[in-house]
């Protein structure tokens, strides 16, 4: 059976036929592939409470690197576009990504569901079909120091893992934080090869 080519789908195709193998790594708990498809699961239904669907555009402000991750599979999975807005960046370069961007919702911390909550819960997996597809907005500052925008879909950062990530044996880490472009494409390409994301 081949490996589905969105991301969300590469998720749950890990959950279901590798789900004991490690998704997430910290040096206080560990996450499986099974544990993190139900995390992205309560994220959506987190995102069902506060009304924010795949018709948005969700700016995410949230310097916690699990959170983050999370979050950005879960506006994946509802087939929302999604950019960052990087918690280190000034008041006045965020508003300009905001507005470029033309975000409708912006969601933090505590919009996102604690991935300890639901470490030990090994139930089923079972959820509706995600939507086909999202978009992740990338912004640069280019040349000009105005931001630019660079247009990923989600399974083009599945088409350009296997460069990146060659196997789900292997183990990688990034020292600079998950709001960096970056290092957010990196982390995802991880999830899109079944690999294991290891967060010091």
Not at 125 to 148: D, M, N, Q, V
Request: proline letters at 4%; one cysteine or more; glycine letters at 4%.
């Amino acid at each position: 059976m081949p490996k589905p080519n969105s991301l969300i789908e590469r998720l749950f195709y890990y959950a279901e036929n590798t789900p004991s193998h490690d998704a997430i790594v910290t040096p206080t708990f560990t996450l499986s592939y099974a544990q993190l498809s139900q995390l992205v699961r309560a994220q959506v239904k987190a995102f069902n409470r506060e009304d924010i669907s795949g018709n948005t555009v969700i700016g995410i402000k949230c310097a916690d690197e699990i959170q983050h991750l999370v979050l950005n599979l879960a506006t994946t999975y509802i087939g929302a576009t999604s950019c960052t807005i990087p918690t280190y960046e000034t008041t006045q370069m965020q508003d300009a990504i905001i507005s470029h961007c033309s975000v409708t919702h912006i969601i933090d911390e505590k919009v996102a569901v604690d991935p300890t909550s639901i470490k030990n819960n090994n139930a089923s997996i079972k959820i509706r079909t995600p939507a086909p597809g999202a978009k992740l907005l990338f912004s640069t500052s280019g040349t000009t120091g105005e931001p630019k925008l660079v247009v990923h879909h989600d399974s083009d950062l599945v088409a350009q893992s296997h460069r990146h990530i060659s196997s789900i044996q292997e183990r990688f880490t990034c020292l600079a934080s998950i709001e960096h472009n970056f290092a957010k494409r990196h982390r995802l390409y991880c999830v899109a090869a079944g690999a294991t994301n290891v967060f010091l």
